[in-house]
């Protein structure tokens, strides 16, 4: 980024810090503060800048009302003693460089969260903790809102900026409310405007697909040849070929841009299909990124990739270990948030900087370690007699230093010489050639240099495999090294022939590989940042989320020209103009499918606009064309049966795999645990969790718990692999459900259990999938659930048995699509009564007749405290009752 781009992008940065940081706590807490000027987003706009002013009001009206949701919550928030507050020496005023104890979360277990400040986290100064954001409206408290500006590695001191100035008092706390680095990121974007190539594409009203460009005539088959290997499309259906190609065709145009959409249904085959178009599109170099809303969905495309090419390069050498080279694939972002395991860390940025660095290095590095070796093979005789004098020496000194005793120096053969000194630089040696090998792009070494690299690694084997060999003759081999290598064809013994023909090969390798590797544009080991520049710039397809791929706008590297955005309706079109404007962008693929999860939007006023909506969601909206997979791979068809009828319109076939009977796995007894039912729970109570803000049903909680237990006695009979799912809208029944299973399976192998919210399962898929829909009132009221695209993925993420639990009354009076859901249930005879199943049904009775008595106990005004002389404070009751509440359900199940 220029100079002048770069101040453009601090100024307005640091006009979006100033406006959050200016808020007042009536302002942060007032929905109305924003809600006359955020207008709904239209479908289609006059200008760039009405496209990009539509998004700006939204963006700081969600950053308002997420700020206010934090704050609401702040008791539970992590928090750190102020340890020191001072003044910084910045030249910009009201920056404060803050020392702070170790973070603490005041009802974690341990004491302390894992939490760890970022740039970005916003706190809250205050003198004291609060319990509620109407301990902060009292008289005389101090408090105010800070960013985050910088933090020193592995320091406490961190450097944050504030509204107004700050007097430090003793007994201050710094409480963790949010990160705004993607908000931050956002709002750049939609103020420096860059390269807006594909942004005019998709704004105008009247945008219309462009089939073909006029001036190219590109076709499928000619663009691939030579270099795509036609076997990656063999495990593709028809729907997936097609997309593959279009997509492909597009991508060639060079005088006009293109957004291409690939339409992917639950279990359609969409990684699958996005892996093999990234490999095409690697085979014929072009420089792509590759993003995705979260940090999960990078991480699985970047390990689908990486699969593919480990599957179609592996190089093996001649002492059977092999590798593979990766440096074409690059992913960067926080190894913590992306949890980079060791499967997947030879692409992250992190570890390939450190591994180019170390063979960069004076010491460890390519240059010493292939001069060392050289030296080694020419010159070990001359060496070997200076360690024989040095040897000498030190025991004539030892001798003078102790007359009385006498020693007898053992002077070591010329073999066991070599052999130690082999053995100390050809690990280096072979090590900095395979991270080369791994992390250095072939086409940036070229093909040359890289089988020599190959060769040398067999040359190191086979002369560690000569050195070592038993019938080794010292003296032979010190007359055989004595020669040059030119003369070694004069040795008579056999294996000294072997032996000098290896060295003088690797002789010459190493020297031409030294003159070959000067040549080349490697950066300075001492500048990590020219490393990560050459690892940016050297990369064709990078992996980031899409608020990380703001910091590719800072990279100094030949352009990106294509972009290929997974989960596309999942994100909000706001932060997809991140990548799409990052320089030399000419085409994009968005890849989704905006009939499952959108974004999540917290602010009801920002929903209403269309602040949520995605560009792929709006594109399909505007009847872009989409290239639908119409294949499912996933559900057995009495699972699939639903959701392809009411979201797809029946358009999604069954593969062959799901409609095999082998498919249709039976793992309880009893008609109510096939493929797919609806269990009926009658009796069940829906409740607010201790914060009011999300609901429970431990009747259901009781039911899932039975049914898990079950599941896991069957299984210790049969020992199959099995994996369950357990599913429910509501954070508090997941999290009653997980408190109860108590990680009880979480180390077995071969039967898993995870608890997950609909919304952090998308994307996932197990062989049994229990959902539990909480709710249970005589209203029909369903907030949230009722929302076809959370329906749908609750629906499909199931492979062999899918069973609802649910109250059919509330659902049904919903008018929403849960109602159809039932009356669907039942014409396929897939509805069933929970007590129907004796165990279910003493389940629900034990588990609602301790509720019942537990409601009688907790209730102030019961008979039981009538006579009482002291009073029963709500937030004890409350905090009892659910403790009672988790030991029913344990006693019950």
């Given at each position: 980024?220029?100079?002048?781009?770069?101040?453009?992008?601090e100024?307005?940065?640091?006009?979006f810090?100033?406006?959050?940081?200016?808020?007042s706590?009536?302002?942060?807490?007032?929905?109305?503060?924003?809600?006359?000027?955020?207008?709904?987003?239209?479908?289609?706009?006059?200008?760039?800048?009405h496209?990009?002013?539509?998004?700006?009001?939204?963006?700081l009206?969600?950053?308002?009302?997420?700020?206010a949701?934090?704050?609401?919550?702040?008791?539970?928030?992590?928090?750190?003693?102020?340890?020191?507050f001072?003044?910084?020496?910045?030249?910009?005023?009201?920056?404060y460089?803050?020392?702070?104890?170790?973070?603490?979360k005041?009802y974690?277990?341990?004491?302390?969260?894992?939490?760890?400040?970022?740039?970005?986290?916003?706190?809250l100064?205050?003198?004291?903790?609060?319990?509620?954001?109407?301990?902060?409206?009292?008289?005389?408290?101090?408090?105010?809102?800070?960013?985050?500006?910088?933090?020193?590695?592995?320091?406490?001191?961190?450097?944050?900026?504030?509204a107004?100035?700050?007097?430090?008092q003793d007994?201050?706390?710094?409480?963790?409310?949010?990160?705004?680095?993607s908000?931050?990121?956002?709002?750049?974007?939609?103020?420096?405007?860059?390269?807006?190539?594909?942004?005019?594409?998709?704004?105008?009203p009247?945008?219309?697909?462009?089939?073909?460009?006029?001036i190219?005539?590109?076709?499928?088959?000619?663009i691939?040849?030579?270099?795509?290997?036609?076997?990656?499309?063999?495990?593709?259906?028809?729907?997936?070929?097609?997309?593959?190609?279009?997509?492909l065709?597009?991508t060639?145009c060079?005088?006009?841009?293109s957004?291409?959409?690939i339409?992917?249904?639950?279990?359609?085959?969409?990684?699958?299909?996005?892996?093999?178009?990234l490999?095409?599109?690697?085979?014929?170099?072009?420089?792509?990124?590759?993003?995705?809303?979260t940090n999960?969905a990078?991480?699985?495309?970047?390990?689908?990739?990486?699969?593919?090419?480990?599957?179609?390069?592996?190089?093996?050498?001649?002492?059977?270990?092999?590798?593979?080279?990766?440096?074409?694939?690059?992913?960067?972002?926080?190894?913590?948030?992306?949890?980079?395991?060791?499967?997947?860390?030879?692409?992250?940025?992190?570890?390939?900087?450190?591994?180019?660095?170390?063979?960069?290095?004076?010491?460890?590095?390519?240059k010493?370690?292939i001069?060392?070796?050289?030296?080694?093979?020419?010159?070990?005789?001359?060496?070997?007699?200076?360690?024989?004098?040095?040897?000498?020496m030190?025991?004539?000194?030892?001798?003078?230093?102790?007359?009385?005793?006498r020693?007898?120096?053992e002077?070591?053969?010329?073999?066991?010489?070599?052999?130690?000194?082999?053995?100390?630089?050809?690990?280096?040696?072979?090590?900095?050639?395979?991270?080369?090998?791994?992390?250095?792009?072939?086409?940036?070494?070229?093909?040359?240099?890289?089988?020599?690299m190959?060769?040398?690694?067999?040359?190191?084997?086979?002369?560690?495999?000569?050195?070592?060999?038993?019938?080794?003759?010292?003296?032979?081999?010190e007359?055989?090294?004595?020669?040059?290598?030119?003369?070694?064809?004069?040795?008579?013994?056999?294996?000294?022939?072997?032996m000098?023909?290896?060295?003088?090969?690797?002789?010459?390798?190493?020297?031409?590989?030294?003159?070959?590797?000067?040549?080349l544009?490697?950066?300075?080991?001492?500048?990590?940042?020219?490393?990560?520049?050459?690892?940016?710039?050297?990369?064709?397809?990078?992996?980031?989320?899409?608020?990380?791929?703001?910091?590719?706008?800072?990279?100094?590297?030949?352009?990106?020209?294509?972009?290929?955005i997974?989960?596309?309706?999942?994100?909000?079109?706001?932060?997809?103009?991140i990548?799409?404007?990052?320089?030399?962008?000419?085409?994009a693929?968005?890849?989704?499918d905006?009939?499952?999860?959108?974004?999540?939007?917290?602010?009801?006023?920002?929903?209403?606009?269309?602040?949520?909506?995605?560009?792929?969601d709006?594109?399909?909206?505007?009847?872009h064309?989409?290239h639908?997979?119409n294949?499912q791979?996933?559900?057995?068809?009495?699972?699939?049966?639903?959701?392809?009828?009411?979201?797809y319109?029946?358009?999604?076939?069954?593969?062959?795999?799901v409609?095999?009977?082998?498919?249709?796995k039976?793992y309880?007894s009893?008609?109510m645990?096939g493929?797919?039912?609806?269990?009926?729970?009658i009796?069940?109570?829906?409740?607010?969790?201790?914060?009011?803000r999300?609901?429970?049903?431990?009747?259901?909680?009781?039911?899932v718990?039975?049914?898990?237990?079950?599941?896991?006695?069957?299984?210790?009979?049969?020992q199959?692999?099995?994996?369950?799912?357990?599913?429910?809208?509501?954070?508090?029944?997941?999290?009653?459900?997980?408190?109860k299973?108590?990680?009880?399976y979480?180390?077995?192998?071969?039967?898993?259990v995870k608890v997950?919210?609909i919304?952090?399962?998308q994307?996932?898929?197990?062989?049994?999938i229990i959902?539990?829909?909480?709710?249970?009132?005589i209203?029909?009221?369903?907030?949230?659930?009722?929302?076809?695209?959370?329906?749908?993925?609750?629906?499909?993420?199931?492979?062999?048995?899918?069973?609802?639990?649910?109250n059919?009354?509330?659902?049904?009076?919903?008018?929403?699509i849960?109602?159809d859901?039932?009356?669907?249930?039942?014409?396929?005879?897939?509805?069933?009564?929970?007590?129907a199943?004796?165990?279910?049904?003493?389940?629900?009775?034990g588990?609602?007749?301790?509720?019942?008595?537990?409601?009688?106990?907790v209730?102030?005004?019961s008979?039981?405290?009538?006579?009482?002389?002291?009073k029963?404070?709500?937030?004890?009751?409350?905090?009892?009752?659910?403790?009672?509440?988790?030991?029913?359900?344990?006693?019950?199940?």
């Amino acid at each position: 980024m220029e100079k002048g781009s770069l101040g453009v992008v601090e100024h307005h940065e640091d006009e979006f810090t100033k406006m959050i940081l200016s808020w007042s706590l009536d302002d942060i807490l007032n929905e109305d503060l924003y809600k006359n000027k955020v207008q709904s987003i239209p479908l289609t706009f006059e200008s760039e800048e009405h496209y990009f002013g539509s998004f700006v009001y939204p963006l700081l009206e969600e950053a308002r009302s997420e700020l206010a949701s934090s704050m609401e919550i702040m008791h539970r928030a992590p928090f750190a003693d102020m340890l020191s507050f001072n003044e910084s020496t910045s030249d910009e005023n009201r920056v404060y460089d803050v020392i702070v104890g170790p973070w603490k979360k005041q009802y974690s277990k341990r004491g302390r969260d894992d939490y760890d400040t970022l740039p970005g986290d916003l706190f809250l100064l205050v003198d004291g903790k609060p319990e509620s954001v109407s301990d902060l409206k009292c008289v005389g408290r101090t408090w105010a809102l800070a960013m985050v500006k910088s933090k020193e590695d592995g320091s406490t001191s961190i450097r944050v900026k504030t509204a107004q100035p700050i007097e430090f008092q003793d007994g201050m706390l710094a409480v963790f409310l949010m990160n705004v680095t993607s908000q931050k990121r956002i709002w750049n974007s939609l103020h420096v405007h860059r390269n807006l190539d594909i942004i005019k594409e998709i704004i105008y009203p009247d945008f219309k697909v462009k089939e073909n460009c006029n001036i190219c005539s590109f076709g499928y088959d000619n663009i691939l040849s030579p270099k795509f290997d036609p076997h990656l499309l063999l495990n593709l259906n028809e729907s997936q070929k097609t997309a593959v190609r279009e997509a492909l065709c597009k991508t060639q145009c060079c005088h006009t841009s293109s957004v291409e959409q690939i339409w992917g249904p639950p279990g359609t085959g969409k990684t699958l299909t996005v892996g093999v178009l990234l490999f095409i599109l690697l085979q014929m170099k072009q420089r792509t990124l590759t993003c995705a809303p979260t940090n999960v969905a990078t991480l699985q495309l970047a390990s689908r990739m990486l699969s593919l090419v480990r599957e179609s390069s592996k190089t093996t050498i001649a002492c059977g270990d092999s590798f593979c080279s990766v440096g074409d694939l690059l992913l960067f972002g926080s190894k913590e948030r992306l949890e980079v395991g060791t499967e997947i860390e030879e692409i992250h940025l992190e570890h390939r900087v450190k591994r180019i660095a170390e063979c960069l290095g004076p010491v460890t590095g390519w240059k010493h370690c292939i001069r060392s070796m050289i030296d080694l093979l020419e010159n070990c005789v001359s060496e070997y007699y200076s360690f024989i004098e040095n040897e000498f020496m030190k025991d004539k000194q030892l001798r003078n230093e102790n007359e009385d005793k006498r020693t007898m120096l053992e002077i070591k053969s010329f073999s066991a010489f070599v052999q130690e000194r082999f053995n100390s630089l050809a690990p280096s040696l072979r090590r900095c050639i395979l991270t080369f090998c791994t992390h250095i792009p072939r086409n940036f070494m070229g093909e040359s240099i890289f089988q020599n690299m190959i060769s040398l690694l067999d040359n190191i084997s086979s002369l560690e495999s000569l050195l070592f060999h038993k019938n080794l003759v010292s003296e032979e081999l010190e007359d055989l090294f004595n020669l040059k290598p030119s003369q070694d064809d004069f040795v008579k013994s056999r294996e000294m022939s072997s032996m000098g023909s290896i060295r003088a090969m690797s002789l010459s390798v190493l020297r031409t590989l030294q003159i070959s590797l000067e040549g080349l544009a490697l950066p300075c080991f001492s500048n990590k940042y020219a490393i990560k520049q050459f690892c940016f710039q050297s990369a064709s397809v990078i992996f980031c989320t899409t608020s990380s791929s703001y910091k590719l706008h800072a990279v100094n590297m030949e352009p990106l020209n294509i972009l290929v955005i997974d989960e596309a309706a999942q994100l909000k079109e706001a932060e997809s103009t991140i990548p799409l404007q990052l320089p030399g962008m000419k085409h994009a693929i968005l890849i989704g499918d905006e009939r499952q999860l959108p974004a999540m939007v917290n602010s009801n006023v920002c929903i209403e606009s269309g602040f949520g909506r995605s560009l792929f969601d709006r594109l399909s909206f505007l009847g872009h064309s989409k290239h639908l997979l119409n294949v499912q791979y996933r559900m057995h068809p009495s699972i699939s049966c639903f959701p392809n009828l009411k979201f797809y319109q029946k358009q999604i076939l069954d593969a062959q795999n799901v409609l095999s009977e082998s498919f249709g796995k039976r793992y309880l007894s009893g008609p109510m645990f096939g493929s797919y039912s609806f269990i009926n729970v009658i009796g069940g109570k829906e409740e607010r969790d201790d914060d009011g803000r999300s609901r429970r049903n431990m009747v259901e909680v009781s039911i899932v718990i039975k049914i898990v237990k079950n599941l896991y006695r069957a299984w210790q009979d049969s020992q199959k692999k099995l994996t369950i799912g357990v599913v429910s809208p509501y954070a508090a029944q997941v999290a009653s459900i997980q408190e109860k299973l108590a990680h009880k399976y979480e180390k077995l192998d071969g039967f898993s259990v995870k608890v997950k919210s609909i919304d952090g399962f998308q994307g996932g898929e197990e062989d049994i999938i229990i959902l539990s829909t909480v709710r249970s009132n005589i209203h029909g009221s369903l907030g949230f659930i009722s929302s076809p695209q959370r329906t749908n993925v609750a629906l499909t993420r199931a492979r062999h048995c899918l069973w609802i639990l649910g109250n059919e009354r509330t659902l049904t009076n919903s008018e929403s699509i849960w109602k159809d859901l039932v009356s669907d249930a039942r014409k396929r005879h897939c509805f069933f009564d929970a007590d129907a199943d004796e165990c279910l049904k003493m389940t629900i009775i034990g588990t609602k007749k301790k509720l019942e008595q537990l409601d009688d106990l907790v209730n102030g005004n019961s008979v039981l405290f009538e006579h009482a002389k002291w009073k029963v404070c709500d937030c004890i009751v409350t905090k009892l009752y659910h403790y009672a509440v988790s030991c029913i359900v344990l006693h019950v199940c």
